[in-house]
């Protein structure tokens, strides 16, 4: 018999999104920005789809616009010691809240915007991105909501 009792405690605790990532260039581009404001940490996982293509790049940039269209700022870059070049491999960066705004003070910027930035070998390549805050200022129920297209 399955659990009557509720138990979201990641859910409520942590918030994800994915994204499926086909810029179809070769040039660094966006993933999605995504406001920090209200969580502790930020988590990017790249998972290889399609290509077996070199990730010349994987960074979390920080923003002071929503859109992304101020100064980019760079918070964290992985150093790739072995290339996600398989299907399903994947790579992990993370930053805290404390480092975007140590950056932003850095570079004279008010940072309250992340995104990943990745770059493919090939136009072809793609992932799946997933964004993971955690750390919420308030945590609620399905802060991690069911997502189906």
Same mark, same amino acid.
């Given at each position: 018999?399955?659990? &009557?009792?509720?138990?979201?405690?990641?859910?409520?605790?942590?918030?994800?999104?994915?994204?499926?990532?086909? &810029?179809?260039?070769?040039?660094?581009?966006?993933?999605?920005?995504?406001?920090?404001?209200?969580?502790?940490?930020?988590?990017?996982?790249?998972?290889?789809?399609?290509?077996?293509?070199?990730?010349?790049?994987?960074?979390?940039?920080?923003?002071?616009?929503?859109?992304?269209?101020?100064?980019?700022?760079?918070?964290?870059?992985?150093?790739?010691?072995?290339?996600?070049?398989?299907?399903?491999?994947?790579?992990?960066?993370?930053?805290?809240?404390?480092?975007?705004?140590?950056?932003?003070?850095?570079?004279?910027?008010? #940072?309250?915007?992340?995104?990943?930035?990745?770059?493919?070998?090939?136009?072809?390549?793609?992932?799946?991105?997933?964004?993971?805050?955690?750390? &919420?200022?308030?945590?609620? #129920?399905? #802060?991690?909501?069911?997502?189906?297209?």
């Amino acid at each position: 018999m399955a659990s &009557p009792q509720a138990s979201v405690s990641w859910s409520a605790s942590n918030k994800l999104t994915t994204y499926d990532h086909d &810029p179809d260039t070769t040039g660094a581009t966006d993933v999605s920005w995504q406001d920090m404001r209200d969580f502790g940490t930020f988590s990017a996982v790249f998972v290889r789809t399609i290509g077996t293509g070199v990730t010349s790049t994987f960074t979390i940039l920080g923003n002071s616009e929503s859109d992304g269209s101020g100064t980019d700022v760079t918070i964290k870059s992985h150093a790739l010691g072995s290339e996600p070049n398989a299907i399903a491999d994947f790579i992990f960066l993370e930053c805290t809240a404390k480092e975007v705004q140590q950056e932003g003070e850095d570079n004279s910027q008010d #940072l309250r915007y992340v995104s990943a930035n990745i770059t493919f070998a090939t136009a072809t390549d793609e992932a799946i991105v997933a964004y993971i805050f955690g750390e &919420p200022r308030f945590a609620y #129920l399905n #802060l991690t909501a069911d997502v189906i297209a």
